[in-house]
C-alpha cells in the first residue's frame, strides 16, 4: 500500500554539535572567563563571539527527559583491545556518572513545563559491543537497527521514557546522517526513533572536533552538548526549541566551562539571556 500523503511539513531540526571552525585560538579557561565582544559583528576577526541576547527557546509540547537514564555503548572492537581505550571509556564513564547528578542538570530547572520537572538523571552503565561493528562509516539507520537489535536481544537496558542511549563509535569510522558527515559537517548528534532517544558520538580524529582538546575533553564537551538537547528536546524541534539558533547547545557551541573535573559545554539560559 502506498503511503499515505502527508501535507505536514517537518523542517530538519538540528540536533549536531558543529564543528569548531575556524581553528580555536583561545584556551578552556579563557574561554570560560571570556567577556562577549561588544561592538563586533564580524564572526570572522578572531575574536571571541557569544550569542545574541535575541536567542530564545520556546516549549513545542512534545516529551522532556526530564530524569535521564543513560546508557553507553562503546561500539566496535579495537575498544576492548586497545590500552589507551580503557582510560577514555574510564573517563567518560565518570562524566556521565557526575554530571547526571550534577548541578548541570539544575541549571535545566527553568525548561520544566508543568508536571514535567526537570531533575537529575542516572547512569545505567556502559558495555563494549563489537558485533556489527561499522566498517568505514555507518548511517544513522544502521545505528537505529543496532540499537534496536541490542534492546531486543536484552543486551541494553530496556527502552523506557527516560532512556537515552550514547554510542561512541571507535576511531577511523565516519558518521553520516542525511548527507552530512563527521568531521566535515558535525562532532556528533542526537537523534529519535518514536520513543527511542540515542546519541552518537564519533571518535574526534579531526581538528574540528577536537578543538585544540585532548580526546576525553572534546568528547565531554560535545556530550554534554548532546545531552542537555536530547534532555530538552529529545524528538529533535519538538520540545524546547529556537527556529532561529536550534537547540540549547547549538546557542553556544564550542564555549567551555569545567564542572568539576569535566570539560562541559555552556548551555543557553532563557532567564538569564546568556550562556551559562
Ligand atoms: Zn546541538
Not at 577514555?88 to 565518570?94: E, F, V, Y
Amino acid at each position: 500500500m502506498a503511503k499515505p500523503k502527508t501535507w505536514t511539513a517537518h523542517r530538519d531540526a538540528v540536533r549536531i554539535v558543529p564543528l569548531h571552525y575556524p581553528k580555536p585560538g583561545y584556551s578552556i579557561d579563557q574561554l570560560a572567563t571570556a567577556q562577549s565582544v561588544a561592538g563586533s559583528n564580524d564572526p570572522y576577526d578572531g575574536k571571541l563571539h557569544f550569542a545574541t541576547a535575541n536567542a530564545h527557546l520556546s516549549y513545542r509540547g512534545g516529551p522532556l527527559l526530564t530524569r535521564p537514564q543513560v546508557q553507553v555503548v562503546y561500539w566496535g572492537g579495537t575498544w576492548q583491545s586497545s590500552a589507551s581505550a580503557q582510560s577514555l571509556m574510564h573517563g567518560l564513564d565518570q562524566f556521565f556518572r557526575d554530571i547526571l547528578v550534577s548541578p548541570l542538570m539544575d541549571q535545566l530547572a527553568e525548561y520544566s513545563v508543568g508536571a514535567k520537572r526537570m531533575g537529575h538523571g542516572k547512569f545505567i552503565g556502559s558495555l563494549v559491543r563489537s558485533d556489527h561493528a561499522p566498517q568505514g562509516s555507518v548511517t544513522d539507520s544502521a545505528v537505529r537497527s543496532q540499537l534496536q537489535r541490542w534492546i531486543k536481544a536484552a543486551a541494553l537496558a530496556k527502552t523506557g521514557a527516560q532512556t537515552l542511549y550514547f554510542i561512541f563509535l571507535e576511531p577511523g569510522i565516519i558518521s553520516i546522517m542525511g548527507g552530512s558527515r563527521s568531521c566535515q559537517n558535525y562532532c556528533g548528534y542526537h537523534n529519535a526513533a518514536g520513543r527511542m532517544y540515542y546519541a552518537l558520538m564519533p571518535y574526534p580524529s579531526c581538528a574540528g572536533c577536537l578543538g585544540g582538546m585532548s580526546v576525553l575533553d572534546a568528547l565531554t564537551a560535545t556530550s554534554s552538548h548532546e545531552l542537555c538537547e536530547a534532555i530538552t528536546d529529545p524528538v529533535p524541534g519538538t520540545g524546547w526549541y529556537d527556529d532561529n539558533n536550534g537547540e540549547i547547545g547549538d546557542i553556544c557551541a564550542w564555549q567551555f566551562r569545567k564542572l568539576g573535573a569535566h570539560t562541559v559545554q555552556l548551555e543557553w539560559s532563557n532567564a538569564q539571556r546568556r550562556c551559562v
